[in-house]
């Protein structure tokens, strides 16, 4: 029994998530589905790249996450001139005690912002490869925890490739999901409109979880139950990815492993022990597009998005639900 | 329709059905090879094109359209050259068809092509079978309809999608379909993956389906002869093995005893031939030649102005004798073995299971068909009794006006008296053999049983049995007469040839006598066996004034199968392997090829007997029960009794209810079936494709745990299917 998840433990994740919510929302208006799929990311301990058209509030969503939670936060804009030590910190000589003392960087924090992150060089991007893998940062040859939990929120322009660096795809598979945010609907954006807010200072969100509950939380996530015939539906997923004609290559394994672990952090944030069918069809766009690349390439990547979310929507039409 | 169809993709099952065509197609060759007609050849050049086509369905394409186009009329011609240079019309027919299955398989085909790769395997397959009526070929039909049955499916299924009538044209033949590419690892793979229980549970489910009732069909009805329709025999003859003809040349009974296959299986009534080695009387040589004995030309004549188109002789001379076996004996015998037929003594009746051309003999006691039968000869004899004489009081006759040398008798008579006294002419041999009979008579005046005796103690006291001879060398002079000068081991046919020789020599009429001797009794099916290696020869010797007595002359009788059935009260029938194997083949002829009319009569008999005498048992065991319960109720009470009145209520409702809980628990910890078979997870997973359309509520989320949800937690099944199905009526009823 104690690899399951007790019904009780499940209903306070569930209250407590759903106060994250209602809080979030205050901000985020009209986005329910995106908070939805941040806070799975956030539950699932992995990261997330939310790649849209800028103005729709990517910065917005990271920054109310991030404050919602009694975390550290950080923001790092990526800009071409950024260097690694910018972001993961730098050894230096210090005269009174005679010795190189590392000054941590930025990315010394539980929520880290990484805004724009296709504008910095390959070799600044990478620098994030390690702490996003390991939760950890290696400088001199001595390794510094950052911290726990820990999520990479970076943001990205789809549209505007100028003085850009795509993010290659060993970097793209770190993030757990990709999102895109949309335009709002006309009333959320009216009540947008009406608000006297302007600026990331202006938005008042008071944390309503702390570290140690978040920490709870994601530990439960690994509990969550998943029938062996989910996991076929899911494996056959996967492998329909493989052998699709329409792919390049198929999903590789971690992006297997990330589909289950989404799946299970959805089902906790729906106040449920178990994982349905349905949690897999709802991730497997978010979890698998970016990990996936086509075999005719596209014009432009909103474009190459679409025509990966429609295979992917066809696939899992095709594929026959366990019942 | 999705989860009706097996998730094999359109090109799959086109390979599978590629697959099963060629398997088909060889399955109807195979039938072929038991025909023993003029087409092993072909047969072999077909069967690996066809192996050939099937592993690399590429091939076909890389002929060019004007092969297949030209194919047709190749064929044609070769059938017509075919029957103006064979005799017979049949084996030309059988190898059209083999040439036509083979354009069928080797080429791409459609549903139309699919379905004339059928009928022409099925038109070789049912030739074959009737032709021989082998056990070979009853396995061989049984895989024929599994392999067809599978390979309709396909085509159907097929069908169901692509649905066209056209033929392929030449063009299309040559041209390497998208199906056919691919290495076969993977696609093998494919079909282990896909392989599910239930699809096979149901094709085989289906399988037996066909099987049994074909089996009803086959049993009601009405019979009928096919192999007297056709005039088969004079095409297609059977490659005699070494069996027993009307001559008998020293050494062909010890190269028999060298072969182990079973000659004839005799399924007898009366158990009382238990434990006792009749002697299979199958012919009798009367003359003799420097080769050995051989029937004579008179014998052989009489046979022949005997024969008549009959189903049944009645051995006329036995109609008086009383206190006879009332059973009946049925005979199979393999084909190969003889044209005369095993008589192992007297019968009443002797009944074929079709008019055959029979010649009888019953003076010789000799039955035989006019040649030897290319298939199974199965016969019956009523009222066998196992004996040791034969009656022929006209040899008396005969024998005396041959000693008188009266001219009252014809030359015939007196000749068929010599034959039966004839011996080697030669001065030498004729000196040793009144040696010998000087020996053996002493002076004496001997009756003809004395004097077999006698001849028989002097032949064991001077010779031992071996199955090998070393016959000593000697110039002009008999072989048995040197044999039996010498002291040479021999065998059967030895001592056999010697006592008649010495007989005739002492001026007894006698003859050899072969056929086979003891057998086995088989104990899985209960019937004997008789193998060749019980090959035998014995000799009969005239009494001089009414029968031909049986004698044994040869020592020991120690040949290896007849052991068991030597011992006589310690006798043991045989169970083993090959026991076993036989008596498929035994059922085979008793239950299938010999089914006749009678055969079904009696069956249905037998089952209306068995039903209603199994009916009126139950009835009368159930009307007993009331009256014991009444009479059991209405004694005296006491505690004892009440005590028994309430371990009889308690005792089978606590096993009722132990038996639900087990049931119960079964049906909640599943230990059979596949590993991702549960029959909770099943249900709850039914149900929510059927309440899919209704209201999100508690029910829905209780099945979806039943389903989807780990076992620890689930909520009893059982009330979550019952508010289910109130939801369903709710929902109906809204």
Same mark, same amino acid.
């Given at each position: 029994?104690?690899?399951?998840?007790?019904?009780?433990?499940?209903?306070?994740?569930?209250?407590?998530?759903?106060?994250?919510?209602?809080?979030?929302?205050?901000?985020?208006?009209?986005?329910?589905?995106?908070?939805?799929?941040?806070?799975?990311?956030?539950?699932?301990?992995?990261?997330?790249?939310?790649?849209?058209?800028?103005?729709?509030?990517?910065?917005?969503?990271?920054?109310?996450?991030?404050?919602?939670?009694?975390?550290?936060?950080?923001?790092?804009?990526?800009?071409?001139?950024?260097?690694?030590?910018?972001?993961?910190?730098?050894?230096?000589?210090?005269?009174?005690?005679?010795?190189?003392?590392?000054?941590?960087?930025?990315?010394?924090?539980?929520?880290?912002?990484?805004?724009?992150?296709?504008?910095?060089?390959?070799?600044?991007?990478?620098?994030?490869?390690?702490?996003?893998?390991?939760?950890? %940062?290696?400088?001199?040859?001595?390794?510094?925890?950052?911290?726990?939990?820990?999520? %990479?929120?970076?943001?990205?322009?789809?549209?505007?490739?100028?003085?850009?660096?795509?993010?290659?795809?060993?970097?793209?598979?770190?993030?757990?999901?990709?999102?895109?945010?949309?335009?709002?609907?006309?009333?959320?954006?009216?009540?947008?409109?009406?608000?006297?807010?302007?600026?990331?200072?202006?938005?008042?969100?008071?944390?309503?979880?702390?570290?140690?509950?978040?920490?709870?939380?994601?530990?439960?996530?690994?509990?969550?139950?998943?029938?062996?015939?989910?996991?076929?539906?899911?494996?056959?997923?996967?492998?329909?990815?493989?052998?699709?004609?329409?792919?390049?290559?198929?999903?590789?394994?971690?992006?297997?492993?990330?589909?289950? %672990?989404?799946?299970?952090?959805?089902?906790?944030?729906?106040?449920?022990?178990?994982?349905?069918?349905?949690?897999?069809?709802?991730?497997?766009?978010?979890?698998?597009?970016?990990?996936?690349?086509?075999?005719?390439?596209?014009?432009?990547?909103?474009?190459?998005?679409?025509?990966?979310?429609?295979?992917?929507?066809?696939?899992?039409?095709?594929?026959?639900?366990?019942? | 329709?999705?989860?009706?169809?097996?998730?094999?993709?359109?090109?799959?099952?086109?390979?599978?059905?590629?697959?099963?065509?060629?398997?088909?197609?060889?399955?109807?060759?195979?039938?072929?090879?038991?025909?023993?007609?003029?087409?092993?050849?072909?047969?072999?050049?077909?069967?690996?094109?066809?192996?050939?086509?099937?592993?690399?369905?590429?091939?076909?394409?890389?002929?060019?359209?004007?092969?297949?186009?030209?194919?047709?009329?190749?064929?044609?011609?070769?059938?017509?050259?075919?029957?103006?240079?064979?005799?017979?019309?049949?084996?030309?027919?059988?190898?059209?068809?083999?040439?036509?299955?083979?354009?069928?398989?080797?080429?791409?085909?459609?549903?139309?092509?699919?379905?004339?790769?059928?009928?022409?395997?099925?038109?070789?397959?049912?030739?074959?079978?009737?032709?021989?009526?082998?056990?070979?070929?009853?396995?061989?039909?049984?895989?024929?309809?599994?392999?067809?049955?599978?390979?309709?499916?396909?085509?159907?299924?097929?069908?169901?999608?692509?649905?066209?009538?056209?033929?392929?044209?030449?063009?299309?033949?040559?041209?390497?379909?998208?199906?056919?590419?691919?290495?076969?690892?993977?696609?093998?793979?494919?079909?282990?993956?896909?392989?599910?229980?239930?699809?096979?549970?149901?094709?085989?489910?289906?399988?037996?389906?066909?099987?049994?009732?074909?089996?009803?069909?086959?049993?009601?009805?009405?019979?009928?002869?096919?192999?007297?329709?056709?005039?088969?025999?004079?095409?297609?003859?059977?490659?005699?093995?070494?069996?027993?003809?009307?001559?008998?040349?020293?050494?062909?009974?010890?190269?028999?005893?060298?072969?182990?296959?079973?000659?004839?299986?005799?399924?007898?009534?009366?158990?009382?031939?238990?434990?006792?080695?009749?002697?299979?009387?199958?012919?009798?040589?009367?003359?003799?030649?420097?080769?050995?004995?051989?029937?004579?030309?008179?014998?052989?004549?009489?046979?022949?102005?005997?024969?008549?188109?009959?189903?049944?002789?009645?051995?006329?001379?036995?109609?008086?004798?009383?206190?006879?076996?009332?059973?009946?004996?049925?005979?199979?015998?393999?084909?190969?073995?003889?044209?005369?037929?095993?008589?192992?003594?007297?019968?009443?009746?002797?009944?074929?299971?079709?008019?055959?051309?029979?010649?009888?003999?019953?003076?010789?006691?000799?039955?035989?068909?006019?040649?030897?039968?290319?298939?199974?000869?199965?016969?019956?004899?009523?009222?066998?009794?196992?004996?040791?004489?034969?009656?022929?009081?006209?040899?008396?006759?005969?024998?005396?006006?041959?000693?008188?040398?009266?001219?009252?008798?014809?030359?015939?008579?007196?000749?068929?008296?010599?034959?039966?006294?004839?011996?080697?002419?030669?001065?030498?041999?004729?000196?040793?053999?009144?040696?010998?009979?000087?020996?053996?008579?002493?002076?004496?005046?001997?009756?003809?049983?004395?004097?077999?005796?006698?001849?028989?103690?002097?032949?064991?006291?001077?010779?031992?049995?071996?199955?090998?001879?070393?016959?000593?060398?000697?110039?002009?002079?008999?072989?048995?007469?040197?044999?039996?000068?010498?002291?040479?081991?021999?065998?059967?046919?030895?001592?056999?040839?010697?006592?008649?020789?010495?007989?005739?020599?002492?001026?007894?009429?006698?003859?050899?006598?072969?056929?086979?001797?003891?057998?086995?009794?088989?104990?899985?099916?209960?019937?004997?066996?008789?193998?060749?290696?019980?090959?035998?020869?014995?000799?009969?010797?005239?009494?001089?004034?009414?029968?031909?007595?049986?004698?044994?002359?040869?020592?020991?009788?120690?040949?290896?199968?007849?052991?068991?059935?030597?011992?006589?009260?310690?006798?043991?029938?045989?169970?083993?392997?090959?026991?076993?194997?036989?008596?498929?083949?035994?059922?085979?002829?008793?239950?299938?090829?010999?089914?006749?009319?009678?055969?079904?009569?009696?069956?249905?008999?037998?089952?209306?007997?068995?039903?209603?005498?199994?009916?009126?048992?139950?009835?009368?065991?159930?009307?007993?029960?009331?009256?014991?319960?009444?009479?059991?109720?209405?004694?005296?009470?006491?505690?004892?009794?009440?005590?028994?009145?309430?371990?009889?209520?308690?005792?089978?409702?606590?096993?009722?209810?132990?038996?639900?809980?087990?049931?119960?628990?079964?049906?909640?910890?599943?230990?059979?079936?596949?590993?991702?078979?549960?029959?909770?997870?099943?249900?709850?997973?039914?149900?929510?494709?059927?309440?899919?359309?209704?209201?999100?509520?508690?029910?829905?989320?209780?099945?979806?745990?039943?389903?989807?949800?780990?076992?620890?937690?689930?909520?009893?099944?059982?009330?979550?299917?019952?508010?289910?199905?109130?939801?369903?009526?709710?929902?109906?009823?809204?």
């Amino acid at each position: 029994m104690s690899d399951l998840a007790n019904a009780a433990e499940v209903a306070w994740t569930h209250a407590t998530i759903e106060r994250l919510k209602a809080n979030m929302r205050l901000t985020i208006k009209g986005k329910d589905e995106v908070i939805e799929q941040a806070l799975i990311c956030l539950l699932a301990s992995g990261h997330l790249l939310i790649e849209d058209l800028p103005g729709v509030g990517k910065t917005t969503l990271a920054y109310a996450l991030a404050r919602s939670l009694d975390c550290t936060f950080s923001r790092i804009q990526f800009t071409s001139d950024l260097l690694p030590t910018d972001v993961i910190g730098v050894s230096i000589y210090d005269e009174s005690v005679k010795e190189f003392i590392f000054k941590p960087g930025p990315v010394f924090a539980n929520i880290v912002l990484a805004d724009e992150i296709n504008r910095a060089t390959p070799k600044t991007q990478s620098a994030l490869l390690e702490v996003m893998d390991r939760s950890k %940062v290696t400088v001199d040859g001595a390794a510094h925890a950052v911290g726990d939990p820990f999520m %990479v929120v970076a943001t990205q322009n789809p549209v505007d490739y100028e003085g850009t660096f795509s993010l290659p795809e060993s970097q793209l598979d770190r993030f757990l999901m990709r999102l895109t945010m949309g335009y709002p609907q006309r009333d959320d954006e009216l009540a947008i409109l009406r608000s006297a807010r302007l600026g990331y200072d202006a938005i008042a969100v008071n944390p309503v979880v702390t570290r140690a509950e978040v920490l709870t939380m994601q530990a439960l996530v690994g509990k969550i139950f998943v029938e062996d015939s989910v996991l076929d539906y899911l494996l056959r997923l996967i492998t329909a990815t493989r052998t699709d004609g329409e792919f390049k290559a198929g999903v590789s394994v971690r992006g297997g492993l990330a589909l289950r %672990v989404a799946a299970q952090a959805r089902a906790l944030l729906h106040g449920r022990d178990f994982v349905l069918p349905a949690d897999i069809q709802f991730l497997a766009g978010p979890i698998l597009a970016h990990r996936l690349s086509l075999a005719r390439p596209t014009a432009d990547a909103r474009e190459e998005s679409r025509t990966m979310l429609a295979a992917l929507h066809r696939i899992i039409l095709s594929l026959p639900v366990p019942s | 329709m999705d989860k009706l169809l097996p998730p094999l993709s359109l090109d799959e099952l086109r390979r599978l059905k590629w697959l099963l065509g060629g398997a088909l197609a060889l399955l109807s060759l195979g039938t072929v090879v038991f025909l023993e007609i003029e087409a092993l050849g072909l047969v072999g050049v077909a069967a690996s094109l066809i192996m050939a086509a099937m592993l690399w369905p590429v091939l076909p394409s890389r002929v060019p359209a004007l092969v297949w186009r030209g194919a047709v009329p190749v064929i044609i011609l070769i059938l017509i050259a075919d029957l103006y240079f064979s005799p017979d019309t049949l084996p030309a027919l059988i190898r059209l068809a083999i040439l036509l299955v083979l354009y069928r398989s080797v080429s791409y085909r459609r549903k139309r092509e699919d379905l004339q790769l059928i009928l022409l395997a099925l038109f070789l397959v049912v030739v074959a079978g009737v032709l021989t009526v082998a056990l070979e070929f009853a396995i061989l039909l049984l895989v024929f309809t599994g392999c067809a049955l599978g390979f309709l499916f396909v085509v159907t299924l097929i069908d169901l999608t692509e649905n066209t009538r056209q033929a392929l044209t030449y063009e299309e033949m040559s041209r390497c379909p998208a199906w056919a590419l691919g290495p076969w690892r993977p696609y093998i793979d494919r079909l282990r993956q896909v392989a599910d229980w239930r699809w096979l549970g149901f094709a085989s489910g289906l399988f037996f389906c066909v099987v049994i009732f074909s089996t009803i069909l086959f049993i009601i009805i009405p019979r009928f002869e096919i192999t007297a329709g056709f005039f088969l025999d004079q095409y297609i003859t059977k490659q005699s093995r070494t069996g027993f003809t009307e001559v008998l040349k020293f050494g062909d009974v010890g190269t028999l005893i060298q072969d182990d296959r079973v000659a004839l299986r005799v399924d007898v009534t009366d158990p009382a031939i238990v434990g006792q080695t009749p002697y299979w009387r199958l012919v009798a040589l009367d003359e003799y030649t420097a080769d050995g004995f051989r029937v004579s030309a008179a014998l052989k004549q009489e046979l022949l102005r005997s024969q008549t188109v009959t189903q049944q002789i009645t051995d006329q001379q036995l109609g008086s004798i009383r206190g006879m076996a009332a059973g009946s004996w049925t005979f199979y015998l393999e084909p190969g073995v003889s044209r005369f037929l095993p008589i192992p003594g007297r019968y009443r009746q002797l009944r074929l299971r079709e008019p055959m051309p029979l010649q009888a003999s019953r003076r010789h006691r000799l039955v035989a068909l006019r040649t030897e039968a290319m298939t199974m000869t199965a016969f019956q004899l009523e009222a066998v009794e196992l004996t040791d004489t034969i009656p022929d009081p006209r040899f008396a006759q005969r024998l005396r006006s041959a000693q008188d040398n009266r001219t009252t008798h014809s030359a015939q008579d007196r000749a068929e008296a010599e034959t039966n006294l004839r011996g080697p002419l030669g001065p030498v041999d004729a000196a040793i053999l009144r040696r010998i009979n000087t020996e053996i008579i002493a002076g004496a005046v001997l009756t003809p049983a004395e004097y077999a005796h006698r001849a028989i103690a002097w032949l064991h006291a001077h010779h031992a049995y071996a199955l090998s001879v070393k016959l000593p060398a000697g110039d002009g002079q008999d072989a048995i007469v040197r044999w039996l000068a010498s002291s040479e081991p021999g065998f059967c046919e030895y001592f056999a040839a010697s006592f008649v020789l010495l007989a005739r020599a002492a001026d007894y009429p006698a003859r050899v006598v072969a056929g086979f001797h003891g057998g086995i009794w088989n104990g899985v099916e209960n019937y004997f066996m008789v193998r060749n290696s019980d090959a035998h020869a014995w000799a009969e010797i005239y009494d001089g004034t009414g029968s031909w007595w049986r004698m044994e002359p040869t020592p020991g009788l120690l040949r290896p199968s007849s052991t068991i059935a030597q011992v006589g009260s310690s006798f043991a029938p045989d169970r083993s392997w090959r026991a076993r194997l036989d008596s498929v083949r035994v059922l085979w002829y008793r239950r299938i090829v010999n089914f006749d009319s009678r055969a079904q009569v009696a069956m249905v008999e037998q089952v209306k007997s068995f039903t209603t005498d199994l009916g009126s048992t139950w009835l009368r065991q159930l009307a007993k029960y009331p009256q014991r319960l009444k009479t059991w109720w209405t004694q005296p009470w006491n505690l004892a009794r009440v005590r028994e009145l309430l371990m009889g209520i308690l005792v089978p409702v606590a096993l009722v209810g132990l038996l639900l809980r087990l049931a119960r628990w079964g049906w909640l910890h599943p230990r059979w079936g596949p590993a991702d078979y549960d029959p909770v997870r099943r249900t709850a997973g039914r149900w929510l494709t059927q309440l899919a359309a209704g209201p999100d509520d508690d029910v829905m989320a209780d099945l979806r745990r039943l389903r989807y949800g780990p076992r620890e937690t689930w909520p009893e099944p059982k009330v979550v299917f019952q508010r289910a199905k109130i939801a369903r009526r709710r929902g109906r009823s809204r």
